[in-house]
């Protein structure tokens, strides 16, 4: 069979549920049009960019090769960040950003012949794009979160989960917004030792629920507290606005330096080394006590501007007779509508809003300007 016959042979694929909507709404050529789709900060509709971050962006002169396991002051202040502990020698890699960081902690776990992995039932879709494509048996436990977490089938479906990987999203729960509870974070901590898992914990949001970076980690702290072996998997796009340096990283949290060169051996084979660019900006920040403390508040201005986004829909919601009581439990950019797939249709051909196929929107793209109108729209697609 020739290789013209080898694709004709396989089933037809749909584009990537996120950003093949990002591609349907950047070709709409309405001014209506609303992109509620993807998740990243936005400002005036556009991207939101750090000040910080945008002072930083001339000082990072070379374009010389990092080692592979990346920039070596960005990965010690990386772990510091994400564990809030000082670092030693731990293994931590910079990676292709929170994706990478997963997908690198996936292969290292096929050599080391894992085969199931449990994800929250609701989750990002591209954790099942991940495991799939690294031969995982993808299971689920509860995750339901309407009307609110229920915590009882949460550790009920957990306490079943023996010897095998199971992940966790440590904050601002994506697509949900509905997070865990630092009480039942604990429990959790209990199961998970008690049942010999690994953990492989999702950190793409650190800052954007509390705005302290020190407080969205109470679970990462945990786990390495209590030696669960975990791989802490963080991403820089959101809380540095890096979105396409790809910046990121992996902590393993398993006290074996023989994994090293393993790790190292996989990344090499795969993308050779990091990017440099993005890491000098975050290395630059986090090692300057007065950066850290501007962009801190930048984090924290970010935190309240999704605050004052809730309530403001929620108020325009209720005005109109539309009850999503539950935005206001959730956190950081997400929030999980109740909308069908025919209604989803509706608000994209008739409105241009462009939201998941789950029912999630981005309610960082919302704003004074547009919110009357998505409102509008939602309203005229329930009656
Ligand atoms: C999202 O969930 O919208 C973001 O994390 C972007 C992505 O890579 O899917």
């Not at 002051?73 to 990386?78: A, I, Q, R, V």
């Not at 507290?225 to 992996?250: M, T, V």
Request: net charge positive; glycine share 6%; charged share 25%.
């Amino acid at each position: 069979m020739n290789i013209i016959n080898k694709i004709d042979k396989l089933e037809e694929l749909g584009e990537d549920k996120i950003f093949g909507i990002v591609n349907e709404y950047k070709d709409d050529e309405r001014d209506c049009k609303i992109n509620l789709a993807i998740g990243v900060l936005v400002d005036d509709n556009k991207l939101f960019k750090f000040n910080v971050v945008k002072n930083e962006e001339d000082k990072c002169k070379t374009h010389g090769y990092l080692s592979i396991s990346g920039n070596s002051n960005f990965t010690k202040l990386h772990y510091e960040l994400v564990t809030g502990n000082k670092y030693t020698d731990e293994l931590v890699y910079q990676t292709l950003s929170g994706t990478g960081a997963i997908s690198l902690a996936a292969k290292v776990l096929n050599m080391l012949d894992y085969k199931d992995i449990y994800l929250p039932s609701s989750t990002w879709t591209n954790h099942n794009n991940i495991f799939k494509s690294n031969n995982f048996n993808i299971n689920y436990y509860d995750y339901i979160t309407k009307p609110r977490l229920d915590n009882d089938k949460l550790l009920e479906s957990l306490s079943k989960v023996k010897n095998s990987l199971v992940l966790f999203q440590s904050c601002c729960h994506n697509p949900t917004g509905v997070d865990i509870e630092n009480d039942t974070w604990d429990k959790i901590v209990e199961l998970m030792k008690q049942n010999n898992n690994i953990v492989i914990i999702d950190n793409a949001y650190q800052g954007l629920v509390s705005g302290n970076l020190d407080e969205d980690n109470y679970s990462i702290k945990k786990f390495i507290s209590e030696k669960i072996p975990s791989f802490i998997c963080s991403s820089h796009a959101k809380n540095f606005g890096l979105y396409g340096q790809r910046i990121g990283g992996l902590i393993i949290n398993i006290d074996n330096k023989k994994l090293n060169n393993y790790v190292k051996k996989i990344i090499r084979s795969e993308y050779s080394s990091p990017p440099y660019f993005g890491s000098s900006i975050v290395e630059n920040i986090l090692s300057n006590d007065d950066k850290y403390k501007l962009w801190a508040k930048e984090v924290y201005g970010q935190v309240i501007k999704l605050k004052k986004i809730r309530v403001h829909l929620y108020t325009k919601l209720r005005q109109n007779g539309i009850m999503w009581y539950d935005i206001m439990n959730t956190n950081g950019l997400f929030y999980q509508t109740n909308l069908g797939i025919e209604q989803i249709k509706k608000l994209k051909i008739k409105y241009g809003i462009y939201m998941l196929e789950n029912g999630r929107i981005n309610l960082a793209a919302l704003n004074l300007d547009n919110m009357s109108y998505f409102v509008n729209s939602v309203k005229k697609i329930l009656k």
